[in-house]
Each structure stands twice: as C-alpha cells, then as structure tokens.
C-alpha cells in the first residue's frame, strides 16, 4: 500500500528566508506527485506534480520540488518566503494501479513571520 | 468553467438524520473522488468513480454511500449522521490517467458538516 508521510506538522520561517517542507513516500512502483496548498476556508490547489521526465519540477508561485527515487523523497522548496505564502501544504501520491486513488499525507502547516 | 461545485457548503444535522452532499464538475473528468478532512490527518478517501456508474471504496467508506448515475455528478449520503461523522467533506474530480493531460485532482470549496 502507498503512502505519504510529511515531516512536521508546523513550519515557521522568517518572510524572505527559505522554505523546506519535507515529503516521503512509499510505493511499490514509480508514482506520480503532487504537492497542494489550501488557503483558509478554501479547497485545495495545485502547486505542482512531477508524472515523467525532469525529476525537478517548477510549481506556481515560485515553488519547486525534487523527486528523489533513492530516498523516496519529493520536497518541497521556495527561496524566499513571502507572508502570502503561509497557508497548509499537502503532498499526495497516486499510481495507476487497482484505480487510479491520489492519497494524501497529514499537510504541513507554514507559518510566515514578519 | 465552474470546476468542481459542492453544495451545500454549510449544514448541520442531527445525531441519525441523513443527508446527501452533491458534487458537479464541467470538466469532463472520468474520475471523482469524495474526501474527508480532520485536523491532523490530512485527507482521506471516503469513496471514488472511475467512470459513469461505477463506484469503489476508498480507505473510510463506513458511513457513507454514494452514487454517479451521470459523468458530471458524484453524490455522498449519509444515511444515519453519527458526531464522528462531523467534518469537511471535499469532491474533486480528475482526468484519467494515460489520457495525455494531467492527472491532477481539482477540487471543489467543500462543505463543513456539523453532526450534533
């Protein structure tokens, strides 16, 4: 059985210092990843997902993130935090295999401090 | 394009009453997935489509039923509301895989339940 497991469930970090939110996950066979961001009273959004190809993978608002087969990692990061970043992070894997199902780790909460 | 549209978005039921929550998306997608949200636990799978009138269950299906009589709709019910079942409860639906676009899940705004 897949899943995810995201490291901390909160993470603080000065406006303009980097931002690392951790992601693990275990499948059997190679999956696709995702990571999500939910604002407030919001549903999720996609910020981005790596399926084949380049294993670095530019998101939306100036995130990336890294899948790393050997650790079974898919980290996100972004250079500089921005107040506006602070919301939940969610990693999800899914895999086409016994229906194609996306899970979900427990999310990570950033915080942004001025 | 509307997306993925959840209604309602707010309710409150009593212990035993039943309800059904409606998800409609525009977007074509052959596969819909009902989720749940709790602090500290991420989202979990109640139940999913992969097509017009097929459904499986996801990883806490207990509880809930649900429906996809049309491509565009994805219905949860909740026959006898249980306080364990209090929540917010997110639809989201999602291309095929191998279809050559993104398998991305897109999201409805979700509905807060309340199960007093």
């Known amino acids: 059985a897949q899943s995810v497991t995201q490291l901390g469930s909160h993470v603080s970090v000065s406006e303009g210092a980097l931002v690392l939110l951790r992601c693990n996950y275990s499948?059997?066979?190679?999956?696709?990843l995702f990571w999500y961001v939910q604002y407030p009273n919001q549903g999720l959004q996609l910020l981005l997902k790596?399926?084949?190809?380049?294993?670095l993978v530019k998101g939306i608002n100036g995130f990336e993130a890294e899948f790393k087969k050997s650790e079974t990692s898919f980290h996100l990061t972004k250079p500089s935090a921005h107040m506006s970043d602070a919301a939940e992070y969610f990693c999800?894997?899914?895999?086409?295999?016994?229906?194609?199902?996306?899970?979900f780790g427990a999310g990570t909460r950033l915080f942004v401090k001025a | 394009n509307a997306g993925v549209t959840q209604t309602p978005k707010f309710r409150v039921l009593k212990t035993g009453q039943s309800m059904t929550l409606l998800c409609a998306q525009d977007?074509?997608?052959?596969?819909m997935y009902w989720y749940r949200q709790d602090p500290g636990m991420g989202l979990r799978l109640i139940h999913y489509s992969v097509g017009e009138g097929t459904t499986a269950k996801g990883e806490v299906p207990d509880g809930y039923n649900v429906s996809r009589l049309k491509k565009q709709n994805f219905l949860l019910g909740l026959e006898s509301a249980a306080p364990s079942q209090t929540s917010v409860y997110f639809c989201a639906s999602s291309f095929r895989p191998g279809t050559g676009v993104g398998t991305e899940a897109f999201f409805g705004q979700g509905t807060r339940l309340t199960v007093v």
């Open positions: 499948s059997s066979v190679p999956p696709y």
């Open positions: 977007m074509n997608h052959e596969y």
């Open positions: 999800a894997v899914s895999k086409n295999t016994g229906g194609f199902k996306t899970i």
């Open positions: 790596y399926t084949t190809g380049a294993t």
